[in-house]
């Protein structure tokens, strides 16, 4: 089963070394009920394993490390996916972002992803979104969504274009990011 973008981001997050669901919501911004489920599935997976550790507090406290399958997948699973259409949802896109800045991808490969992910933004917007009449309430929440969509993609669009020319600006001669 292929892993979500999620899923790979926790991870590389767990292989980064957080170890907990509060550590992924307040390190991270992934909410418990977007963590919990997907901490589930890494461990049913066995991509993870989940330690409980007793603490002076009545709860029990429960602490994950990554196994050596999770650990070859959070280095290597977003790979390909940096070739793949773009996801529709821009922190998707970003988590991506962030895994390939984390691991050491190709500058090239990472601004690339980014103006891909621009491109698919704007890709099937018409030119103006469409309005309602004046006095015409039955397509108001309708037009007005629609235009909200397509000026929140087109600033996603200009957003990922302008870090993409910033990732660019930071290129080595031997194109790669420098290590540390």
Request: proline share 4%; aromatic share 6%.
């Amino acid at each position: 089963m292929s892993q979500s973008v999620l899923e790979l981001f926790i991870l590389s997050l767990i292989d980064r070394g957080l170890q907990t669901a509060y550590d992924l919501q307040h390190q991270a911004g992934i909410s418990l009920g977007s963590s919990t489920p997907a901490l589930q599935r890494l461990a049913t997976a066995g991509l993870i394993k989940r330690d409980v550790v007793t603490s002076t507090s009545r709860r029990p406290r429960h602490c994950y490390r990554i196994t050596a399958a999770g650990r070859k997948l959070a280095r290597t699973g977003w790979i390909d996916r940096l070739k793949d259409p773009a996801p529709n949802d821009l922190e998707a896109v970003l988590r991506l972002l962030d895994m390939a800045t984390h691991y050491r991808a190709d500058v090239d490969d990472i601004a690339g992803f980014l103006k891909s992910s621009a491109r698919d933004r704007t890709s099937g917007l018409s030119a103006k979104p469409s309005r309602s009449k004046p006095g015409d309430t039955s397509g108001a929440y309708l037009s007005t969504l629609r235009a909200w969509t397509s000026t929140r993609l087109q600033t996603e669009s200009r957003f990922l274009a302008a870090l993409a020319d910033s990732w660019l600006q930071t290129k080595r001669p031997s194109g790669k990011v420098r290590s540390s």
